[in-house]
T-cell receptor
Framework: AQSVAQPEDQVNVAEGNPLTVKCTYSVSGNPYLFWYVQYPNRGLQFLLKYITGDNLVKGSYGFEAEFNKSQTSFHLKKPSALVSDSALYFCAVRDAVTGGGNKLTFGTGTQLKVEL | KAGVTQTPRYLIKTRGQQVTLSCSPISGHRSVSWYQQTPGQGLQFLFEYFSETQRNKGNFPGRFSGRQFSNSRSEMNVSTLELGDSALYLC????????????FGQGTRLTVV
């Protein structure tokens, strides 16, 4: 079974400061890892993914994430936060087993609040 | 390229009724997955359809069902609605290629009264 943990329900950061949203995962095989963002009353928007290769993945809107296999983590980061980054962020995992389908297991979400 | 389209956006139903939600995936995508999002349970996987066949199923009662048509459009049905079925239902479409991300629709907000 696969699972994702997002240990912080909310992260507060001042605009211009770096931000980190934490994610750890558990999967039996190799993981496919994703970050999505959700604005109020909207669907999920894809930010970035790790499939294979470089551990540092760059995505949309200046976000990046670092895959750490030994710590089973995939933390989302941004060097300089914007007020417009305030939203709900979800980490998700999929087992890379061939034929395993597209089932995503999501974390509980982290509300990011960026203040002036 | 058009995104994932879910209809309707909002629904209000009475307990005991049934409801059908629709999802049109991105053109060329053969996989459609459904998720339920609630404040208490978060995002939970319902089922996935690929080429008209259910490929994966989550832990939901049999009142929740789905299907996929030959044009990849998908519907999900919930029968005998309960108050706890009130949620945002999200549809995601994916191409057949492994390792690609899923693209989500705006969701259907279902309220059961």
């Amino acid at each position: 079974a696969q699972s994702v943990a997002q240990p912080e329900d909310q992260v507060n950061v001042a605009e211009g400061n770096p931000l980190t949203v934490k994610c750890t995962y558990s999967v039996s095989g190799n993981p496919y890892l994703f970050w999505y963002v959700q604005y109020p009353n909207r669907g999920l928007q894809f930010l970035l993914k790790y499939i294979t290769g470089d551990n540092l993945v760059k995505g949309s809107y200046g976000f990046e994430a670092e895959f750490n296999k030994s710590q089973t983590s995939f933390h989302l980061k941004k060097p300089s936060a914007l007020v417009s980054d305030s939203a709900l962020y979800f980490c998700a995992v999929r087992d890379a087993v061939t034929g395993g389908g597209n089932k995503l297991t999501f974390g509980t979400g982290t509300q990011l609040k960026v203040e002036l | 390229k058009a995104g994932v389209t879910q209809t309707p956006r909002y629904l209000i139903k009475t307990r005991g009724q049934q409801v059908t939600l629709s999802c049109s995936p991105i053109s060329g995508h053969r996989s459609v997955s459904w998720y339920q999002q609630t404040p208490g349970q978060g995002l939970q996987f319902l089922f996935e359809y690929f080429s008209e066949t259910q490929r994966n199923k989550g832990n939901f009662p049999g009142r929740f069902s789905g299907r996929q048509f030959s044009n990849s459009r998908s519907e999900m049905n919930v029968s005998t609605l309960e108050l706890g079925d009130s949620a945002l239902y999200l549809c995601a479409s994916s191409p057949a290629t492994l390792g690609t991300e899923a693209f989500f629709g705006q969701g259907t907000r279902l309220t059961v009264v």
